[in-house]
């Protein structure tokens, strides 16, 4: 198997030579990290068996978050814990994107503006739920910040996995939307996307220390936002 580390350490000082001058301290650290990882120049833990008292010395992970090697184990874990808060409701995968010409500004203020959008989505999905006519609760829901798409491009995206349930914590009434067929489906959807573009995204995203919570008109762009019912999600 290659392993991360000697992938970095054959081609950084070529990758390095094209993009130092677009790189983040955080990217050189996770660099540096994963280049170690697991090698000679990592630091070592003492094994010993229990059995036969044979010892030897086993190279660190590194630890880092964007390592595959170290983060396998954990996603896993992750996923099980996931798995185990699972309502009995339909779920959804609602993705909302930040709009191409806002992806500069991100880049230059990820922190700022990764929080917005976590804040900007979640707001979206509890006005639905708060207002549908089925529902009218609180919702709860499962979110991931993605920076990137598959092919490695700046993309920030929130992945959202969203049960069609939602609880009413006055009258402690717990409520299911059926949405039957896909067209249903979709239209419960659409609803949750009109609110990302008219609510969220244009107020949460204004650059002002006072937001206006408002709804303001807004045009839809496309690829703002893409959703699918999650029929097998204990499968996933």
Not at 23 to 31: E, I, N, V, Y
Not at 46 to 64: E, I, K, W
């Amino acid at each position: 198997m290659i392993l991360l580390s000697s992938i970095i350490q054959t081609f950084e000082d070529e990758f390095l030579a094209l993009y130092q001058n677009s790189m983040l301290p955080s990217h050189r650290k996770a660099l540096a990290a994963m280049k170690q990882c697991r090698t000679t120049q990592s630091p070592v833990m003492l094994a010993q068996c229990d059995d036969c008292d044979s010892q030897s010395f086993m190279p660190h992970s590194c630890g880092h978050r964007n390592c595959p090697h170290c983060q396998s184990h954990e996603s896993q874990q992750w996923l099980e814990r996931q798995l185990k808060k699972l309502v009995p409701a339909e779920y959804f995968l609602v993705t909302f994107t930040l709009p191409k010409q806002l992806r500069a500004l991100a880049w230059q203020q990820q922190h700022a503006l990764y929080s917005l959008m976590t804040r900007c989505s979640w707001e979206t999905v509890k006005t639905f739920t708060q207002n549908d006519r089925q529902l009218q609760g609180s919702a709860g829901a499962i979110s991931v910040l993605h920076t990137h798409s598959r092919r490695l491009d700046y993309h920030p995206h929130v992945h959202m996995v969203v049960p069609a349930a939602a609880i009413d914590m006055d009258k402690r009434v717990w409520r299911t939307k059926k949405c039957k067929g896909q067209g249903n489906s979709q239209k419960a959807i659409c609803s949750i996307t009109k609110r990302w573009l008219k609510f969220s995204a244009p107020n949460c995203l204004r650059p002002s220390a006072k937001r206006d919570w408002s709804f303001r008109p807004a045009t839809r762009k496309p690829g703002w936002w893409t959703a699918s019912p999650l029929a097998a999600a204990t499968k996933r």
